[in-house]
């Protein structure tokens, strides 16, 4: 009876041990896109590539060659035939704000309006984002926890997030939302609905401050942003207001680095980024009003200034909005070219608030850049050194590999381009129509070649 059981059983392991090269064989282990006879921006050059191939394994570029690729054993290939079109990095727009973004000032006020209804228009604005290009975002303030957890685990399409959550601001400061008959907290009042869906935190004192901050932290942030001086789109704060002290501001950059991040402060003015830079914070958002002593320092100490070439504020805002937005879109200029001069690690974004129509504008701010750059130059901006920036949250980045390059072991968030994005900068405005191909992490979210 032993033997005839032994029999059965090495006759069935000689049968599983021919069958399986074959069940292997019709069951590729993974999935691969290689990209045909393609031009490469690689995120860096001034120039396209000779004709090349690339092929994406996963959500990783594995090779790129001038000479044909063989799909790697085991791997079930799509190939995409480029026709000669450009291949370049995903765009990424280092200053966002999904939430707010979304939706107009009188739409979140609107008593009808629920946390729910609010972000699933931010969800949907993300989706758009990624379908004009944009593979990452930098989100400097705004709930926009949830909506990368959904885009992150694949139940909604978008860029890849790094959010800073809840913007910290002083009493008074660009971050108090409340209306005028709303008093503090500290008075009688109560939290605002801004604080309680995440949009903002009103913090006094290094306390409340490094409440804030690990708040943040604690909910997933990347990065951490602090309001250190006036806003041109807020009601009370003049533009030419510091905000907040050398310790609050501190007590921020403390709280991050323990957690192996940085911090990011809006600021436009000389005082209040020279007090952020003592503080320690490692990157300014805005500083169109900057003077060249300052932005030197910036150069000097390897501060990161991410800037923004904004509009005019629109006719309908009111006539001290507008005064003041005159004020920071007049200083641009100045901002931009003193950065290059000095060599200050510069980082691009493009800030729209709510005004959900000009959210299409994403792609034409880039085009803005040529004042001040070549196509190349602008290029570069918007990819690899946007790149850098997201990868100073170092352990707090929730996406580990490199980013707006294309080369070999890079992430795989690339854009095919009809036609030579260097030598006419313009292509990259219409994305519905140049963008043949958009891919982020490995996945082809748009193919009009087919």
């Known amino acids: 009876m032993r033997s005839s059981f032994a029999g059965v059983a090495r006759a069935l392991l000689v049968v599983l041990c021919v069958a399986a090269p074959a069940i292997r064989a019709q069951s590729p282990q993974f999935a691969g896109v290689i990209f045909e006879n393609v031009r490469i921006f690689d995120g860096t050059s001034d120039r396209l590539s000779s004709p090349s191939n690339v092929l994406v394994v996963g959500n990783v570029i594995k090779a790129i060659s001038a000479s044909p690729i063989a799909a790697p054993p085991g791997t079930a290939v799509t190939r995409i035939p480029g026709g000669g079109r450009t291949l370049m990095p995903g765009l990424i727009d280092n200053h966002v704000h999904i939430f707010m973004s979304a939706s107009s000032q009188a739409e979140m006020m609107d008593p009808k309006a629920t946390f729910a209804s609010l972000e699933a228009k931010a969800a949907a604005e993300a989706r758009l984002m990624l379908l004009r290009g944009f593979t990452a975002a930098r989100d400097v303030g705004g709930p926009v926890f949830g909506i990368k957890k959904s885009i992150d685990q694949g139940r909604n399409i978008g860029p890849r997030i790094y959010s800073s959550g809840a913007m910290i601001s002083q009493t008074s400061g660009h971050g108090d939302f409340r209306m005028p008959e709303d008093r503090s907290r500290r008075f009688g009042g109560k939290i605002t609905a801004g ?30 942003k602090v309001m250190a001086g006036g806003g041109a789109a807020s009601a009370y704060d003049p533009l030419d207001v510091a905000q907040y002290t050398l310790d609050e501001l ?77 004020t920071v879109v007049e200083g641009t200029d100045n901002a931009f070219k003193w950065a290059k001069k000095h060599n200050v690690k510069l980082a691009w974004g493009t800030d729209l608030m709510f005004l959900p129509a000009q959210m299409k504008n994403q792609n034409t701010d880039i085009i803005k850049l040529m004042a001040w750059m070549t196509s190349a130059e602008a290029l570069k901006l918007v990819t690899h050194d946007n790149a850098q920036l997201l990868a100073a949250s170092g352990p707090r980045n929730p996406y580990p590999g490199r980013l707006g390059v294309v080369e070999v072991d890079a992430l795989a968030d690339l854009l095919l381009v009809d036609g030579d994005p260097i030598a006419n900068l313009a292509l990259i405005a219409d994305p519905a129509k140049n963008f043949v191909v958009i891919m982020k992490d490995g996945k082809v979210h748009k193919n009009s070649l087919r």
């Open 195 to 224: 604080e309680l869906m995440g949009i903002g935190f009103i913090a006094d004192g290094r306390d409340e401050v490094l409440t804030a901050t690990r708040e943040n932290l604690r909910a997933g942030a990347s990065q951490i």
């Open 250 to 326: 501190k007590a921020a950059v403390e709280a991050a680095d323990d957690w192996g991040t940085y911090v990011t402060v809006h600021a436009y003015t000389p005082k209040a980024v020279r007090r952020a830079v003592e503080a320690g914070v490692k990157c300014i958002e805005h500083g169109q009003l900057l003077d060249e002593p300052t932005m030197q320092l910036l150069g000097q100490k390897g501060i990161w200034l991410s800037l923004q070439a904004l509009d005019e504020a629109p006719p309908t805002a009111a006539p001290e909005t507008k005064a003041k937005k005159h």
